[in-house]
């Protein structure tokens, strides 16, 4: 069974970092772009990074940008979100995902495993 599992999340001050990461298992996606999304209540969900095959390319939403990281080990199936900066409007359930593609994407019906989502909320 293919399992994304998020963990890292938690309550964080303004200004404050938190470090998100995704184990894969069931097998392998060091062949497949992730991404890292997330949804906020109310909202639609959306693209936060996403990062190709070999952690060569990234693509960060113009909200994040500068704030925020993406990578990834392939060796240990895990893709990580590095968050600094944070701030009230990063609050939102972060959900990790891997796409049938090599190169990165913003395109949400291209990532066919999902994770089951890690809360993040920033206080003011």
């Known amino acids: 069974q293919v399992q994304l599992v998020e963990s890292g999340g938690g309550l964080v001050q303004a200004g404050g970092s938190l470090r998100l990461s995704c184990v894969a298992s069931?097998?392998?996606?060091?062949?497949?772009?992730m991404g890292w999304f997330r949804q906020a209540p109310g909202k639609g969900r959306e693209v936060v990074a996403t990062?190709?095959?070999?952690?060569?390319?990234?693509y960060y939403a113009d909200s994040v940008e500068g704030r925020f990281t993406i990578s990834r080990d392939n060796a240990k199936n895990t893709v990580y979100l590095q968050m600094n900066s944070l701030k009230p409007e990063d609050t939102a359930v972060y959900y990790c995902?891997?796409?049938?593609?090599?190169?990165?994407?913003?395109?949400?019906?291209?990532?066919?495993?999902w994770g089951q989502g890690t809360q993040v909320t920033v206080s003011s």
């Open positions: 995902a891997a796409a049938s593609r090599r190169d990165y994407t913003t395109r949400l019906d291209l990532y066919n495993y």
């Open positions: 069931g097998r392998t996606f060091s062949s497949n772009a």
């Open positions: 990062i190709s095959w070999s952690g060569g390319s990234a």
